[in-house]
């Protein structure tokens, strides 16, 4: 399999270059299971640096293309790069994705505050924790995923795989679009006791203030 060498432009390159390697991976050019060619290869087909092609494959690895294995290399886990909600929803802005996020998660807050398990409520607090430990030191990025690890993990509380596949691709345009509009780690510092109170709710099987806390939470400027 080869993959052919392309003129990069618009967005950023490794936003171009995660997109060409799943039309890629969608037209068949690389199969479940499969390896990609290896870093200095990628970076000499597609003419850019290293910093980009790491930075695409980790784009991938968000929308659940990619898995990187360490010692074994950058391996092809899902081929259905097709899906219409995916497509559109890279052309949202925020304001659309936060109009779904509301109506999505608070049906999510809901289910998850009736079916989590232990092991739910386990994740659910460790991702709540590190995400109050990057916001008080200002660590964006982590913070970035460890808010979004949270919220997929209440997703996954829920034991519906179509709620969580469809929170999931919401998540990952949420995540780039902070990156985009966030400088620091203040709003997340403030909005976090709100965080804790639905982590309190979910956990204590609060159905009505599950969702009305994550009502609240979006509706913070």
Known sequence: MTITPSTLRKRSLAEELAERLQTQIGEGRFRTGEKLPPEPELMRLFGVGRSTVREAVRILSDLGFLQVRQGAGTFVVREDASSLVEQRMKRADIRELDEVRGILEAAIAGKAAERHTDRDAQQIRKH?????????????????????????????????????????????????????????????????????????????GDVSNASRTICDILEKP
């Open 128 to 204: 709540l924790a590190d995400r109050k430990a990057a916001a008080e030191t200002n660590r964006l990025e982590q913070c970035i995923d460890a808010d979004a690890n949270f919220h997929e993990a209440i997703a996954q509380a829920t034991h519906n795989a179509i709620l969580a596949e469809l929170y999931r691709a919401t998540a990952l345009h949420l995540r780039e679009g902070f990156r985009r509009i966030y400088s620091d780690t203040g709003y997340l510092l403030a909005s976090h006791p709100l965080h804790e109170q639905l982590a309190r709710h979910i956990l204590r």
